[in-house]
C-alpha cells in the first residue's frame, strides 16, 4: 500500500509482429507467476492485457487479445477473449 491505497498491478503487451496472435499459454503463464511468486504478493490486484498488434481502421479494435483480472483477496480470476471485438466463448 501506498499511503493507505491499494496498489493494482497492470501488465499490458502486445505482439511484435502484426501476423503474430497473442498466445493463451502465455497468459497461463503469466497468471500463474502472479499467483505463486512472492514479488506479486503486496499488491491488491492484477491485470493482464495481451493484444495482437493489427487493429482495424478504428484505431481502438485489436484483431484478438486476451484479458484477465485478478483479486487476491478473493482468490478469483476473471478471464476474457476477444476476436474483432466480440467475445470468444470456451
Given at each position: 500500500e501506498a499511503k493507505?491505497?491499494?496498489?493494482?498491478?497492470?501488465?499490458t503487451m502486445m505482439t511484435k509482429s502484426p501476423e503474430e496472435l497473442p498466445d493463451e499459454a502465455m497468459l497461463a503463464e503469466?497468471?500463474?507467476?502472479?499467483?505463486?511468486?512472492?514479488v506479486f504478493k503486496?499488491?491488491?490486484?492484477?491485470?493482464?492485457?495481451l493484444y495482437s498488434n493489427l487493429r482495424w481502421r478504428?484505431?481502438?479494435?485489436?484483431?484478438e487479445m486476451y484479458s484477465s483480472w485478478y483479486n487476491?483477496?478473493?482468490?478469483?480470476?476473471?478471464?476474457e477473449h476477444r476476436v474483432d471485438g466480440s467475445d470468444v466463448k470456451s
Open positions: 493507505g491505497i491499494p496498489l493494482r498491478l497492470t501488465l503469466l497468471k500463474e507467476d502472479m499467483k505463486t511468486n512472492a503486496d499488491f491488491a490486484a492484477y491485470s493482464i492485457f478504428d484505431g481502438l479494435t485489436v484483431h487476491p483477496l478473493r482468490g478469483l480470476w476473471s478471464d
